[in-house]
């Protein structure tokens, strides 16, 4: 089965899925018999979000420290600031090994700016900003409440295309989750340029 093959399934996929995060996970030698898998989970399995460094978008107290809100968007960049999402999948049921797993989101909006690079980075603690934090809700992940995380890999993630589907390949990092190297806490996108640099994915 060759890489032709599988980016031609990849697409098949897609076009089937509403615009939000995807984890499309493929076991390359049953591709001819089904051997996809794609992961849309709602908030009962899954959490993602964003949160900033500085500027707190919070009612309930002042505009500092930082903290992001559980919206409909994932944002990385910043201006000066660093804005990160966070996300995390429940992958019971899927398979122990997989020859692929990509991590799928769509950026419709740069905030009329320009994108950024990234940099992908494993949780490594358990993080909920439902039940916890330091913050005066729970509304948003509080910057204060950010899960450490350590970068997963030296290359650079490309910059996103608007209105396009952008592809985080993580098929080490869902290996080493599924074979119990690491826990699955679940992975962090950091940008490379905070200088009046966005991404905005849906979440």
């Known amino acids: 089965m060759n890489s032709r093959l599988l980016k031609q399934t990849r697409e ?13 996970v493929c076991l390359l030698s049953r591709l001819a018999l ?9 908030p009962a399995q899954s959490k993602d979000i964003w949160t900033t460094s500085v500027y707190s978008f919070a009612t309930c107290s002042g505009p500092y420290p930082g903290g992001g809100l559980a919206d409909a968007n994932l944002r990385v960049g910043g201006w000066g600031d660093s804005y990160c999402a966070l996300l995390q999948f429940n992958l019971a ?11 799928y989101l769509y950026c419709y909006s740069f905030n009329n700016d ?4 990234m940099r992908l980075y494993r949780i490594t603690q358990p993080w909920d900003w439902r039940t916890s934090g330091t913050g005066c809700d729970r509304e948003r992940l509080w910057w204060a409440d950010c899960p450490p995380a350590v970068q997963w890999g030296i290359t650079t993630l490309p910059s996103a295309t ?4 952008y592809a985080v390949d993580i098929t080490d990092l869902y290996n080493a989750w599924q074979n119990g190297t690491y826990p699955n806490y679940g992975l962090q996108l950091q940008p490379v340029s905070t ?3 966005w991404n905005v994915f849906y979440s």
């Open 34 to 42: 089904g051997g996809q898998y794609v992961v849309q989970p709602g």
């Open 93 to 103: 049921g899927l398979p122990a090994n997989a020859t692929s797993a990509v991590l």
């Open 114 to 117: 320009s994108p950024t690079q």
């Open 195 to 197: 200088w009046n640099t």
């Open 12 to 24: 098949r996929l897609l076009v089937r899925i509403p615009q939000a995060a995807v984890l499309a």
């Open 162 to 165: 608007l209105n396009q589907w």
